[in-house]
């Protein structure tokens, strides 16, 4: 009789089984929210504009006494939006033209952080100088070139 | 059986409509018609190392029902300037993260996203324009 009574319960779970489904899901079904996803609507778009680095100010130059060292300063470079640069490249060219370099004894190698360097170990000739501000990888236009600075060959005094 | 228990994983998906107080279902407007407007303030003068504050408005045209926002979402699609992509290694977007936004019947809520360009922006970004999408995820309360 009990085996007959497991037996037919199952079968009754069985049979109930997807109308409880139904029933939990009938439920559910009946609250109160709806759901939808907004997608891009006409107007839910917008734009955001990188700066762009400005010009760099043409450096002023100077020998200084020691002879064959070149003070530079020059003008703070902002970008677009008037944000100050975090960075200058110095560059000497010949003032005949030719190809730029910078001694590497100095201050003015390699990104300046300031307004002004000293480059020394200069070698003898006319040189011209240029600024280029940058901000990380970004760099604006190179300046117009200085003034010339002319210098001389070094002199070896030998005492006797 | 199965169809029953496919049903509920079916419905979100669908059910563009809202239970009435009769008990049927009325339609609320689609995809193509979203009831939450999203517009932003323009962002501008980014660079490298530099974040910036996208504040976004999202309008509920709903003046029946509440909407709750459960996600906003901000993806840049587009730049520009060739050779500058619309990536995170040129633009990253830190992603709102907050509490669910709940909107009374026609007004509006902001939230804020953070725009920022890594030292790894490319050259090629400068003075490029991003265009970005905004795209939300809502639920409206349907009056009972």
């Keep these: 009789m009990a085996r007959f009574l497991g037996v037919a319960l199952r079968a009754a779970a069985r049979r109930l089984t997807p109308v409880v489904v139904a029933t939990i899901l009938a439920g559910s079904a009946a609250t109160a929210w709806a759901f939808w ?4 609507a006409s107007g839910s778009s917008g734009a955001a504009t990188a700066a762009t680095v400005n010009q760099g100010a043409t450096p002023s130059v100077t020998l200084t ?6 003070s530079l300063s020059w003008g703070a470079s902002t970008l677009s939006n008037g944000t100050a640069v975090t960075g200058y490249l110095v560059k000497r060219y010949p003032a005949g033209g030719g190809v730029a370099t910078i001694s590497p004894i100095g201050t003015c190698s390699g990104t300046v952080a300031s307004l002004s360097c000293v480059e020394d170990d200069v ?6 100088y240029t600024i280029t501000p940058s901000v990380g990888s970004w760099k604006g236009s190179e300046s117009l070139l200085s003034g010339i600075v002319s210098v001389g060959a070094a002199k070896y005094t030998t005492a006797l | 059986m199965l169809a029953l228990l496919a049903l509920p994983l079916t419905l979100p998906a669908a ?11 009325q339609l609320v407007p689609s995809r193509t018609s979203p009831l939450v ?14 974040s910036k504050e996208l504040i976004l408005t999202l309008k509920s045209s709903d003046h029946r029902h509440s909407i709750v926002v459960r996600r906003v979402r901000v993806r840049d699609i587009a730049t520009t300037n060739r050779g500058c992509t619309p990536t995170r290694r040129n633009l990253a977007i830190r992603q709102y993260k907050g509490a669910h936004i709940r909107i009374p019947p026609g007004q509006a809520r902001s939230v804020t ?13 400068e003075r490029a324009m991003f ?11 349907a009056s009972r």
């Design chain 2, 131 to 141: 265009r970005l999408r905004y795209a939300a995820q809502a639920r409206i309360k």
């Design chain 2, 37 to 50: 407007r999203i517009t932003g303030n323009r962002v501008s003068g980014l660079y490298p190392s530099v």
């Design chain 1, 37 to 40: 996803t907004t997608s891009s």
């Design chain 2, 113 to 125: 996203v953070l725009l920022f360009m890594p030292n790894t922006v490319s050259v090629a970004c």
């Design chain 1, 123 to 128: 070698p003898p000739g006319n040189w011209k």
């Design chain 1, 65 to 70: 006494s020691i002879g064959r060292e070149v």
């Design chain 2, 15 to 25: 059910a563009f409509g809202e239970t009435t107080g009769a008990g049927g279902w």
